[in-house]
């Protein structure tokens, strides 16, 4: 057991650009969790699937953000046209089923 | 949605001090976790504990489901204790996890 995996770990990129963040869950997990964390703030939810299935998304992913988890093993997170207010710390969290989550180190994001 | 309200926000202790962290939350829960957060931001967990108490080490919690809070409990501190606890619950349909704002502590020398 490897442990949840994030890349890249961090990520400098111009206001307006594209990135794509990935993360590999711990192998017998079937869900998968995105979660955001600014500065002195706890993480926040953005979204989650089972399997491949997107089961739930909060409002704080706006249409630029896009996930997918194509063959219910890793996930990619897509952020569009990035803004100054997206950059944070993302962490990806896996578990199986109802049950404990673990979490990967996180890819921390600049938008300069 | 669930609130989850923790307190102190912050604690500064002397090292080989014991302290309690409390977390309040309002609404029935299927899961409760407390963390830990490095320097680096990675979550070390803690304890995965919906309901009783379990220890682990110089690290103890208690969860009373029934009235809705959690305690951790730390005894005979090190400075290798610093850094932010979080915790963080799931309700009874959602999978999500709601974090609170977190306890900053500091263990001094």
């Known amino acids: 057991d490897t442990g949840v995996s994030q890349n890249p770990r961090h990520k400098i990129t111009k206001r307006g650009q594209n990135v794509t963040f990935r993360c590999d869950p711990i192998s017998e997990h079937n869900r998968l969790y995105w979660y955001r964390q600014t500065l002195g703030q706890g993480p926040e939810f953005l979204t989650y699937?089972?399997?491949?299935?997107?089961?739930?998304k909060s409002r704080l992913l706006s249409d630029r953000f896009s996930a997918e988890r194509p063959k219910g093993s890793f996930s990619t997170l897509e952020i569009q046209r990035t803004e100054q207010g997206d950059s944070a710390m993302y962490l990806c969290?896996?578990?199986?089923?109802?049950?404990?989550?673990?979490f990967g180190p996180g890819t921390r994001l600049t938008v300069t | 949605g669930i609130q989850v309200e923790q307190s102190p926000p912050d604690l500064i202790l002397q090292e080989g001090a014991n302290s309690t962290l409390r977390c309040n939350f309002s609404d029935s829960v299927n899961n409760l976790q407390w963390f830990h957060q490095n320097p680096w931001g990675q979550l070390i967990n803690l304890f995965y504990i919906p309901s009783g108490t379990k220890q682990n080490g110089r690290l103890s919690a208690t969860t009373v489901a029934t009235e809705r809070y959690s305690l951790l409990y730390i005894s005979s501190s090190q400075t290798t204790d610093s850094g932010v606890y979080f915790c963080a619950v799931n309700g009874l349909i959602t999978g999500k996890l709601i974090f609170g704002q977190g306890t900053t502590l500091q263990v001094k020398p």
């Open positions: 969290a896996s578990s199986f089923g109802a049950n404990e989550q673990y």
């Open positions: 699937f089972q399997n491949e299935a997107q089961l739930e």
